[in-house]
């Protein structure tokens, strides 16, 4: 077996239950949610009259509905106006419902890719262990490595994999549901959501944003790989002083913009409902480059200082 | 090659304070050294700067090559275990002979597997589920399956009980040494492994203080259970050691012609435990 392959089995191996079983247990609860509501509003809804005015805002136009009617009625009229739509539309409206439905896998991913991060130098360093995997002939190169290569690459394809699953529930649920409403299912809900091509955007979107983000996960391995104890001070605390430093002696962003992106691009999850091509323009610029210099110049950090490392 | 660790002015600084001192010695293939000294006296200097783990300065070789080139390269040829025990808690059995067989091109998985049937250690376990004793079985097992020209054992029984320790030593004996391999053993448990070695280096404040072939000790000093008429006669051929006991006094001399020792009492080769006490109070005078 590969050298490299084996080195990140061992990190799926420590981290099993962040890695594998938690984003499972994530996504079983979405589509758990997701199964009993309509399930619910089927089964319920299917014999008791509602009343409600509901506004419903398209994105051409707001109309009210006066409803007073059985719910599955409702779905009926819904999906056959949804039907109706044009295509971009309905493309856009299932885009938000299908990365929507994959925020709570995304945003564990990030918290479990910051928390493994700090940790990954770390732990070995506070349980002795150290000892043991430094008897091994794996360079402190090849080991700094193969955290961020997991961090970047093999636990985000983990959890893309749990939302592939979901997006598969969802397309069945929500199909299930059309059946009997006369609508044309695979072009009102399959066509539309392409979740082929999305699952290829969010493949894309998670790389590059582990790209942008390089910085501070290099940060954080140095971090890791350095500090006595890991401490909240430790990690906010360099860029703390740099935006105050910024702060007090220029007039100037440029600092706390790049540090607050670079932790956190909101804006680039914002606009992956407009897919990829919005992503991909906003990072291909100077910016990208300079995370990576900055990014690998920590990586070296953290290689150097892991060669020194010892039990603490 | 005959030499597997050459090292020449070996000295190690921490600020002003000098770890090992402009240290010189030898390790023969096939020989097991103990290295041999207090604590602080730079036993785990002189292991690390074998191992490639920390800088030093002068000339060292380990197996031909300079250890400052990496870690990594120097563990394709050496094993340690710094200290039994030492084995990350989440990992299990199974997980480790898959992780070591495809980091290690010398790992024989089959000897690790049947070394392991022969204790209580099944592969589907954790190492946090195993006692201290089972852990010191399995990291050795791990260990030992490894083929490689140097072993360093630094401490490796610290921390056990006897029956461990015993266990230990025996299997290291038995099952592993080949006289192809080279082992150091650092400890301050000399009593345990004086039967196990071939070669003593004493090291004392970062300098080598003995640096002998064990059957040589022989040669160059004697113990005398000193008669108490001969005493001053004696203190006369500059003992290097003189303990009491029961009434009787025992002198160590280095380098002292037989013929002289003889008259004075009954002769016999010092143990590595008084010797050592010897040469350290020696160095401190």
Redesign the interface.
Known sequence: ???F???L??EI??NINSFVYLPIVVASLCAFFLISGIGALQIGGGSINIHADIDYKSDQMTQTYDVNDTFDSLVGRGLQEFASRPEPSKRNALNRVYLGISDPLMITLRLVIIFYLVMSLYQ?RK??????????????F?TVLSKLITALVVVPAIYLACCMALHLVLLLVSSLSALGHDVPIWSTLWAPAGIITRWLEMASYLLIVGLWCLPFFAWLLIISSRAKSVPLAWIIGLPFVLILLETIFSSTGYVKDFISDHVAPLTMAKDLERGIGPIIDRVMNVELLISLVIGLAFIVGAVLFR??A??L | MSEVVVANGLTKSYGDFRALDDVNFTIEKGSIVGLIGPNGAGKTSTLKSILG??EFEGELEVLGTDPRK????V??RV?????VG???????VS?AL???????AGFSREKAETMLAETNISPKQRVKQLSKGMVTQL?LAL?LSISVDLLVLDEPTLGLDILYRKAFYDQLLNDYFDHETSIIISTHQVEEIESLLSHLLFIDQGNIVLDSPMESLADSFCEVIVKPEQTDKARGLNPIHIRESLGQKSMIFENVDRSYLEPLGDLHVPSVADLFVAKLQRAAR
């Open positions: 077996m590969n050298k392959t084996i080195l089995r061992r191996w420590e070995d349980d002795r262990s150290i000892l043991f995997w430094k008897s091994m002939p794996v360079s402190d090849t060669g020194k010892d039990e | 783990l920390t990496g870690r990594h390269h563990m394709e094993c340690f275990i710094a200290d030492v084995l990350p808690r989440w990992l299990k997980e898959d992780y070591i067989e495809g980091v290690h990291h260990i």
